[in-house]
């Protein structure tokens, strides 16, 4: 292997310049430890590093790498559109026909483009407090929809508590109107509802969270918040950045509300619609979503949103992402969960592999189910530790930390599978030995 020193020589110049180095926390590798890899260029289902290491990405740019890196059709489309200009200030074409893409695969009337899923998320916060005149939102523990003030909370020691800051630099005052309840946990929403019912502007979940690992709600488990929201006369906001147009065309929507017949008020978008650019947008119910300005009072604005070159690539990768293709993502995943069972059963790690969809991760030291936060933290994450450097050494890059998501990409072929296949037996015994040990 070439090593890292590139990566390193970078990594020293960029923490003189930045905090921690990074641009967003996880990709410092705090959680692994190590040198993270600078990577210099991205083709198909592999990454190369800037010491010419070569990787099978299974993380594909937390997600919005859909169908793997540099895919020929989206450059040249970038590239005519950023020909003709990379930004107006005025409406254009590309973000027209972008949001009639969302409007066809999705149940959203309308929808408002922004520029990341955490404006996403915050705008859609805003509309459903707007509409309802109604201050409290209720979140679960280990779901993450960016790093909105209202909710980047962390959980009280009671089952149903107000939120704590996060972090320094948000004022109690702004997570005190947010509850946070566990996840999957139906007589919590219920307790929630029972008490404050009259002023909870909004639940906001992730459709099947990615952010603590893959949790998929229990069987039902989104529908039940929707008919609580209805009951209530609060707004039911399905958080879809991460899952959006990756677990199915119509997200994971398309998996559950489409065949139970139930549809969110509002829903968020972002990664594989901006097509490696940034773009996100939220929609939903058409009464609710013309209460935005310009038709109604809720205040919403971007200088970059809806950005011609950014719209140009989600629109075009959407376009790309055909039922065949979601057909072999889907394979895919299964193929790769398959082979990770296999080696951590041969090495005899105990481990519990979860999916939504074509979404999944890998829970090391562990054997029952994660449903919920507190599961999720009850993992080995030395354990974990020990399996990506292994993987890494061996030229597959995962997520660096056990709390994420596993991402595919419709690029991962036969020889990508095969390398994944060969890394995976020496990384479930160096997580054995980090377990015995
Ligand atoms: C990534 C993510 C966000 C935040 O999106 P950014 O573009 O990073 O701001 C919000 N919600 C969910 C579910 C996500 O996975």
Not at 8 to 28: K, M
Not at 289 to 312: C, H, I, K
Request: proline content about 6%; some cysteine.
């Amino acid at each position: 292997m070439p090593g890292s020193e590139i990566s390193q020589t970078l990594f020293d110049r960029a923490r003189a310049v930045s905090p921690g180095g990074v641009n967003s926390p996880v990709r410092a590798f705090r959680a692994v430890g190590g040198t993270p890899r600078f990577m210099r260029e991205g083709k198909g289902a592999w990454l190369t590093d800037v010491d010419g290491n070569t990787y099978v990405d299974l993380v594909a740019s937390w997600g919005p790498m859909l169908l793997g890196h540099a895919r020929p059709e989206v450059i040249e489309a970038v590239r005519e559109a950023a020909a003709r200009g990379t930004s107006f200030g005025t409406p254009s074409e590309p973000e027209v026909a972008l949001a009639e893409e969302i409007v066809a695969r999705t149940p959203v009337d309308l929808v408002r483009m922004v520029s990341s899923g955490t404006e996403a998320t915050m705008s859609a916060i805003r509309l459903a407090r707007g509409w309802t005149g109604r201050d409290l939102i209720v979140k679960f523990a280990g779901c993450y929809h960016g790093h909105v003030d209202a909710l980047l909370v962390e959980a009280g020691s009671g089952v149903v508590t107000f939120g704590l800051p996060g972090t320094p630099g948000i004022p109690t005052a702004s997570t005190a109107q947010t509850l946070v309840l566990p996840y999957n946990d139906r007589e919590a929403v219920a307790a929630a509802f029972a008490e404050h019912g009259a002023q909870i502007a909004c639940v906001i979940t992730e459709a099947a969270p990615g952010n603590m690992g893959a949790v998929p709600p229990l069987p039902g488990f989104n529908e039940f918040l929707a008919q609580t929201c209805r009951a209530h006369g609060a707004l039911f906001v399905s958080d879809e950045v991460m899952t959006g147009f990756r677990v199915s065309r119509s997200g994971h929507w398309g998996l559950d509300g489409a065949r139970e017949g139930w549809a969110p008020d509002l829903m968020t978008f972002g990664k594989v619609m901006g097509g490696g650019f940034p773009a996100a947008a939220f929609g939903g119910r058409e009464e609710i979503m013309r209460q935005l300005a310009p038709e109604g009072p809720v205040y919403q604005a971007g200088t970059l949103s809806g950005n011609p070159v950014a719209t140009t690539a989600g629109l075009t990768t959407l376009r790309l992402a055909t039922d065949d293709v979601y057909a072999h993502l889907d394979q895919v995943a299964g193929t790769i969960q398959a082979m990770a069972v296999k080696a951590l059963e041969t090495a005899g790690v105990p481990h519990v592999v979860q999916s939504a969809g074509n979404l999944f991760s890998v829970f090391l030291g562990r054997t029952e189910p994660v449903v919920d936060f507190a599961d999720a933290q009850a993992q080995s994450q030395p354990a974990y530790k020990a399996f990506f450097h292994a993987m890494l050494d061996h030229g597959v890059y995962l997520p660096p930390s056990a709390f994420e998501a596993w991402f595919v990409s419709d690029a991962l072929d036969a020889d990508a599978l095969d390398a994944v296949e060969r890394a995976l037996a020496p990384s479930a015994r160096a997580a054995a030995e980090a377990l015995g040990a």
